[in-house]
């Protein structure tokens, strides 16, 4: 219902760079969290970081702290996700997600109502 299109992503070679790009059509969150996930072949999915709105809130999980960069343009309702120093490790579909209502949970993918579609990253040694 609320579509989030998601770019950016790619092969890269280790210690690179990747920004991957998450716009959200037909409404804006400016109440809400978006965050980042990733999900590796024969893995769970799990948290990257998310940005909350209100508060200008930002988390990391931390096997990405010091190295990505979540931000946002409110305007254009649009969340980025710089990746810096990228590893082999990092390989995965990265998917962005936006909570429907408020909920102190960020990094729970339950609490994540509306889901983009997906972007390849790839890291090579």
């Known amino acids: 219902q609320v579509p989030l299109v998601e770019s950016g992503g790619g092969l890269v070679q280790a210690g690179g760079s990747l920004r991957l790009s998450c716009a959200a059509s037909?409404?804006?969150?400016?109440?809400?969290?978006m965050g980042w996930f990733r999900q590796a072949p024969g893995k769970a999915r799990e948290f990257v970081a998310a940005?909350?709105?209100?508060?200008?809130?930002?988390y990391y999980a931390d096997f990405v702290k010091g190295r990505f960069t979540i931000s946002t343009d409110n305007a254009k309702n649009t969340v980025y996700l710089q990746m810096d120093s990228l590893k082999p490790e990092d390989t995965a579909v990265y998917y962005c997600?936006?909570?429907?209502?408020?909920?102190?949970?960020?990094?729970?993918?339950?609490?994540?109502?509306?889901w983009g579609q997906g972007t390849q990253v790839t890291v090579s040694s």
């Open positions: 037909g409404r804006t969150f400016s109440t809400s969290t």
């Open positions: 997600a936006v909570q429907g209502m408020f909920y102190y949970d960020y990094d729970v993918k339950e609490r994540y109502e509306y």
């Open positions: 940005n909350r709105w209100s508060g200008g809130n930002t």
